[in-house]
């Protein structure tokens, strides 16, 4: 009846007022949400489970340097460095990798890692999963299935050529020049490995054979030198 009789006066109820507090509570709760996610520590990759002499890590996390210790855990995104004298054992679901002195590296995630100086050894099961994947800073790779490998960079040197170009006059080429890069070389010690250059070159290398790779990247396997 109150209805009706509005209706016939011609009134029009006010519009209901909207309910903030649930809105800002959802807000709220997706804000948290989402600092917590940016802000949460990356996953462990591997573990140290040996450290002997002088090892660093760089915690990218934390932006500073720490000593490495054993059963320290190591993240994805973190440097580890061995000083002279200095090695280390890591374990993850990768596999394990054991460093050599002089040696760094970059843990790119749990089955990935990127050596730019020195030596490593790596060993893994086929129950392990993925396969352990290590990388130069050119991106050529070698992925360890099963069994072991020795890793290690070797200089690569090249002849560039230059070249200019003029609109007017004679044009002169530059004399060529040599560069040096570093790639990655590996010894298959047990079982057999993936070798896949920079520009999706791949090949297979076995137990008893060393792969190497090319100024351009090209992989190649060869029996391995005593």
């Known amino acids: ?37 940016f802000l949460r520590e990356p996953a462990e990759a591997f573990r140290a489970v040996s450290v002997e002499g002088r090892v660093d890590r760089f915690d990218r996390a934390a932006g500073e340097w720490k000593p490495l210790l054993a059963s320290d855990s190591v993240r994805s995104g973190d440097r580890i460095v061995s000083q002279s004298g200095g090695r280390v054992r890591l374990e993850g679901a990768g596999g394990r990798i054991e460093l050599e ?13 990127t050596l730019d100086r020195g030596r490593l050894a790596a060993t893994r ?15 050529n790779f070698v992925e360890l299935k099963e069994g072991a490998l020795q890793a290690s960079l070797r200089e690569v040197v090249a002849l560039v050529a230059g070249s200019s170009e003029r609109r ?7 004399p060529a020049r040599s560069q040096t890069v570093h790639r990655l070389s590996v010894r298959i010690v047990r079982g057999e490995a993936d070798l896949g250059g920079s520009h999706d070159q791949r090949l297979r290398a076995r137990a008893g054979q060393e792969g190497t790779f090319d100024f351009g990247g090209q992989p190649a396997a060869a029996p391995a030198r005593e």
């Open 1 to 37: 009846a109150v209805a009706a009789m509005t209706r016939e006066a011609g009134a029009v109820p006010a519009a209901p007022r909207p309910r903030l507090v649930p809105l800002a509570a959802a807000a709220a709760f997706l804000l948290t949400l989402a600092g917590t996610l």
């Open 101 to 113: 002195p002089e040696t760094s590296l970059d843990v790119v995630g749990p089955r990935r890692i």
């Open 125 to 139: 099961s086929p129950e392990e999963g993925a396969g352990l994947r290590i990388t130069d800073t050119a991106n």
């Open 168 to 174: 007017e006059g004679s044009s002169q080429l530059p």
